[in-house]
């Protein structure tokens, strides 16, 4: 059998039929940037989301872009952020002559930890905002941000470029209830389009407008310039294909559910523990992904799951040669990568990110995955954990 990590067609089929004419629509219109599609997936999206504003965007690594650039922080100013993400989370950061400040990650949950941001607050004599990401689709504790950047007069900013419809534990979707929430619509978020989109979403009327400003050079009149911004609008193609899907996205996020359900009973019958449990030598030598109970949800657009450092690379091997995609979030993490070595986070600074680098595995999650190819996945690893076992109680 085999089970790709990740297969975007099946669900096209699903709404071919819907897309291609639209598709024609908008190129007779010839209306291509911004306009009314964009303005009608800007409210249909923030109604999703129960937020004031959505100003629509080229990506999510513009959002945050505009987003930081609202802040209106001066060069050399310092953002904590999780090493444990995607680059554009960072990159935004030093694009804007800011210093990005990384934070450790909670090891059940994956992201960046409350208690690691107030300790590296202690030794930040610049530091100006918290940009946590709900990463893969797990809440980050949107209320402990909220009470250390209130403490501490920081605005923050959620990275929720993986987490649209996730909710925090108080059951508001994430990015809504900070300053500003930044989203992603690349092809294989939960939301995603034919190519780069992104959103920023406030509450807040000035940064709405400001917002509004940034992504089109700081203009609301055309040739009139308030301030510098940048060319990041979001195209009307996108946010048609983002208002055909938007409907059919609960529907989405309940099918990774049901995966992530799925694998974790397999796991779990076949001895596999939660995140949150400690490796013993009792247990299957797996950790399957912690998530929150209601009302906070995890809208699993990855499913990472642990295995002893040891046999990570050959469980992936392993799980290639039988036709099963697999991939690692994140190989390297931003603190050791090459770009941020002179801010002097070097190996062994972030031990539970750098952990996460050693011993995690993403499995294939997407809607129209199967309960078939499902099964094979999770016994074909189990097969692999069960026939080390011997190793890690040495190894570990
Ligand atoms: C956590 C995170 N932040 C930002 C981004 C950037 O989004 P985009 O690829 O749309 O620029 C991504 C994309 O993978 C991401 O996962």
């Not at 067609?9 to 010839?30: F, G, V, W």
């Not at 076949?270 to 009792?282: K, V, Y």
């Not at 972030?350 to 999770?378: D, K, S, W």
Request: glycine share 8%; proline share 6%.
């Amino acid at each position: 059998m085999t089970v790709p990590f990740i297969d975007l067609k099946p669900q096209y089929e699903t709404i071919r039929a819907q897309c291609e004419p639209k598709l024609h629509e908008i190129a007779a219109s010839q209306y291509f940037v911004l306009g009314p599609e964009v303005a009608a997936f800007e409210k249909e999206v923030g109604e999703y989301l129960g937020v004031k504003h959505g100003v629509g965007c080229s990506s999510g690594s513009d959002a945050l872009l505009l987003a930081l650039m609202a802040l209106d922080l001066k060069p050399g100013d310092q953002v904590l952020c999780p090493s444990w993400t995607f680059f554009a989370t960072a990159g935004a950061i030093s694009r804007l002559g800011l210093e990005p400040v990384f934070v450790d990650i909670d090891p059940v949950t994956y992201n960046m930890c409350p208690q690691a941001t107030e300790a590296a607050l202690a030794t930040c004599t610049r530091a100006k905002a918290l940009l946590p990401v709900h990463i893969y689709g797990l809440p980050a504790d949107v209320d402990a941000f909220l009470e250390i950047g209130k403490r501490h007069n920081l605005p923050v900013i959620e990275d929720c470029a993986q987490s649209i419809g996730a909710k925090d534990a108080t059951g508001a979707m994430t990015g809504t209830r900070c300053t500003m929430g930044t989203w992603s619509f690349f092809p294989t978020k939960n939301l995603g389009c034919f190519g780069d989109g992104g959103l920023v979403s406030a509450n807040d009327d000035r940064l709405g407008d400001y917002l509004r400003m940034a992504r089109v050079h700081g203009s609301k009149q055309r040739y009139v310039h308030e301030f510098v911004g940048v060319n990041a609008r979001l195209d009307a193609l996108q946010a048609a294909i983002l208002r055909i899907k938007l409907p059919l996205l609960e529907r989405w996020h309940a099918a990774r559910i049901a995966n992530a359900d799925a694998y974790d009973a397999i796991f779990r019958s076949a001895g596999g523990r939660c995140t949150s449990c400690a490796w013993d030598e009792s247990s299957l030598q797996l950790r399957f992904p912690w998530r929150p109970a209601a009302p906070a949800r995890a809208i699993v657009n990855q499913y990472v799951l642990r295995v002893p450092a040891a046999i990570r690379d050959e469980a992936r091997d392993f799980m290639k040669e039988r036709g099963v995609g697999t991939e690692i979030y994140y190989p390297i993490p931003l603190h050791l990568q090459q770009c941020w070595a002179h801010l002097g986070q070097g190996a062994g600074s972030l031990p539970e990110t750098e952990r996460a680098a050693n011993e995690t595995i993403a499995l294939p999650i997407f809607p129209e995955l199967g309960m078939e190819r499902l099964r094979y996945v999770a016994q074909t690893l189990v097969q692999f954990v069960e026939s080390k076992s011997r190793t890690f109680a040495a190894a570990r």
